[in-house]
């Protein structure tokens, strides 16, 4: 974990306890025993200020969620929200995306978020977007078999960058809209994170699939 711009975080995430895992290798293939108990463990990938991953834990206490973010300045605000919502069933990692699989374990983790990632439209760095094939293989190496990836985007470029890097690479595509919020998906646009709210008050549409590992 590397401190960049902000002395004062470290001191307030290291205060808030199992909230923050500061050393994630740690708990590779023992995350169940870490939580203390077998249910499934959905993570989000670049989980941003945290109001989605939060509002599920909050929904759905059967179920374990860890959110993964790198930037240390939004980071902490997630970690806040989960605290004063009370939430035992959810974790952080100050963690890099790039080295997922060395976190996580084989079948070790049963669903993954990727909600408005980072959508580098330059052709030259595709291979830093997080479906590209080479992110795609670090997942397939934790999530379980047929389970899922769902993601969001605001990006009509990179959705379809996506449909293509998960359909060659082993994965079932479903649930697929164009427009998310003029849709019949009531469940998947019920809980929104800050840019997805921000982009539908402005009439934006959200791009939304499901992928099912085969």
Do not use: C
Not at 6 to 30: H, T
Not at 64 to 70: A, H, K, M, S, T
Not at 164 to 171: A, G, M
């Amino acid at each position: 974990m590397r401190l960049r711009k902000k002395p004062w975080v470290k001191d307030e995430i290291v205060s808030y306890g199992r909230l923050v895992v500061l050393d994630p290798e740690k708990n590779r293939g023992q995350w169940k025993e870490w939580f203390g108990n077998d249910q499934p463990i959905h993570i989000e990938l670049g989980t941003g200020k945290g109001n989605f991953i939060t509002t599920l834990a909050e929904q759905n206490p059967s179920v374990n969620y860890i959110g993964v973010e790198v930037r240390e300045e939004v980071l902490i605000s997630a970690v806040r929200k989960a605290a004063n919502k009370g939430l035992t069933n959810i974790t952080f990692l100050w963690f890099n995306i790039t080295k997922i699989d060395e976190v996580f374990a084989e079948d070790e983790v049963s669903r993954i978020f990727l909600n408005f990632s980072d959508p580098w439209p330059k052709s030259g760095h595709a291979k830093r977007r997080l479906t590209h094939t080479e992110f795609l293989k670090r997942y397939k190496k934790i999530l379980e078999r047929g389970q899922e990836i769902h993601l969001k985007t605001d990006n009509e470029k990179l959705f379809e960058f996506s449909l293509n890097e998960l359909s060659n690479n082993d994965f079932r595509l479903k649930n697929i809209t164009l427009d998310l919020h003029n849709s019949k998906f009531e469940e998947a646009k019920s809980v929104m994170t800050e840019y997805e709210q921000k982009f539908v008050s402005r009439g934006m549409k959200i791009y939304r699939l499901e992928a099912v590992y085969q």
